[in-house]
């Protein structure tokens, strides 16, 4: 149990478009998700905290203008890069957080989607 | 303000030694620590949670242990596909956002 997946795994685009990543609870509703990005050898960094039905809380020093998060249902959640440039590459990663309130509370993280801008 | 850090960065083993990566924390109230594996170009698998000091946890080779200011995850017996980065996360206080380490990036020599 607890599979998130994201689609696509890997997208090429062109400076000044948008792309679009999915992010799915397969198995089970999460009404919060998170977005993360990660460097080469690098850990971690979470993008913002999305929430079923209302606006996504962004960390410091990330555009929401830029990275719209959309969590429209209990088992989606989309990131859209707006206006990509090539300093936008990366490896973008979603989790889903189940269990909530109790001991399992645990985030199962996606397989991940590598974006590079051309 | 929180912190995670893992050590060692990185930890090469033959294949059969076995070894321990660590993860020190300082935090305010914690409610769980994670240990997650990530093998390159793919988002972390979650492997445990652990709650409280001298709980403890194993799957197959590994097993994960925690005490008030550290955990450990101590590899028996390594083969080549345990070989990955080994993400440590800790949640604590009134937030629900884990805060990640840098990891331990493991190579197991056959």
């Known amino acids: 149990g607890a599979v998130v997946s994201q689609h696509p795994s890997r997208v090429i685009c062109k400076s000044g478009t948008s792309v679009k990543i999915e992010c799915r609870s397969l198995?089970?509703?999460?009404?919060?998700m998170f977005w993360y990005r990660q460097f080469p050898k690098q850990s971690l960094m979470l993008m913002a905290t999305?929430?079923?039905?209302?606006?996504?809380?962004?960390e410091q020093g990330v555009e929401k203008d830029k990275f719209l998060i959309n969590h429209a249902s209990l088992t989606l959640s989309t990131l859209t890069v707006t206006s990509a440039h090539p300093e936008d590459s990366s490896f973008y990663i979603c989790?889903?957080?189940?269990?909530?309130?109790?001991?399992?509370?645990?985030?199962?993280f996606g397989p991940g989607t590598r974006l590079t801008v051309l | 303000e929180d912190q995670v850090t893992q050590s060692p960065e990185a930890l090469r083993l033959q294949e059969g030694e076995s070894s321990s990566l660590n993860c020190s924390y300082t935090?305010?109230?914690?409610?769980?620590l994670f240990w997650y594996r990530q093998d390159p170009g793919k988002g972390p698998e979650f492997l445990f949670t652990?709650?409280?000091a001298g709980e403890e946890k194993e799957k197959e080779r590994l097993k994960a242990t925690l005490t008030k200011k550290e955990s450990f995850l101590h590899i028996t017996a390594p083969k080549p596909e345990d070989s990955a980065t080994y993400l440590c996360?800790?949640?604590?206080?009134?937030?629900?956002?884990?805060?990640f380490g840098r990891g331990t990036s493991l190579i197991v020599h056959p």
């Open positions: 989790s889903a957080r189940t269990g909530i309130g109790t001991s399992t509370d645990t985030q199962y």
């Open positions: 198995d089970f509703q999460a009404t919060t």
């Open positions: 999305s929430n079923e039905g209302s606006k996504a809380t962004y």
């Open positions: 935090v305010s109230g914690l409610r769980g």
């Open positions: 652990l709650y409280s």
């Open positions: 996360a800790v949640q604590a206080g009134g937030s629900y956002i884990p805060t």
